[in-house]
């Protein structure tokens, strides 16, 4: 409660803002800790892989990681901010997020997951995380598909479904 005090006296934010950001702060780098020990554990795999990647792919792997770090947590600022909830499906939002990078694609966050993860596998020249890549999407896919949409489609009503038809899921319209 302390810290929390002090932060909301030095930020200028209300305190209920400061708890959530708290929140949000410990749900993403313990999703992040968990992505990054899986990653560690499929790179075992590439000593049966063969050959590694090419030197240069380190700094498109870097470049890749600053691209989705900056769109994740640009995401998780505006589900603060604008949806007065965390990323985490137990403490999501409150309020419809539809603003910043949530005006071109519906699902942000797990582009730049995944770009996260692309980076890595390329920072780390490792073909088994690239090759993880397409199967974590695939996993993110199923849960918009079958958990998110639904329980968004249920908490926002129309609005929802009005932003769904204007928006697309993953590749934005230009």
Known sequence: MAIAQH?????GLPM???FIA????????????FWLWVALRIQALDRYLGASLPEWMVVF????????????????VLFIVQGRGTPAPFDAPKK????????????P???GGLLLLAGFGFFQQSKAILLFCPLWF?????????????????KFGTSYLGYCRAVPR????W
């Open 138 to 154: 695939l996993g993110a896919h199923l849960f918009v598909t079958l958990y998110e949409e639904p329980v968004l489609t249920e």
């Open 22 to 33: 708290v929140r949000a702060v410990l749900f993403a780098g313990a999703f992040l800790l």
């Open 61 to 76: 792997g870097l470049l890749a990681i600053v691209g989705g770090a900056s769109l994740v947590v640009t995401c998780i």
């Open 109 to 111: 966050m797990y582009v």
């Open 170 to 173: 993953w590749i934005p319209k």
């Open 7 to 11: 932060a909301s006296r030095h930020t």
């Open 16 to 18: 209920h803002t400061v």
């Open 96 to 107: 419809f997020v539809a603003v910043g990078p949530y005006r071109i694609i519906r699902n």
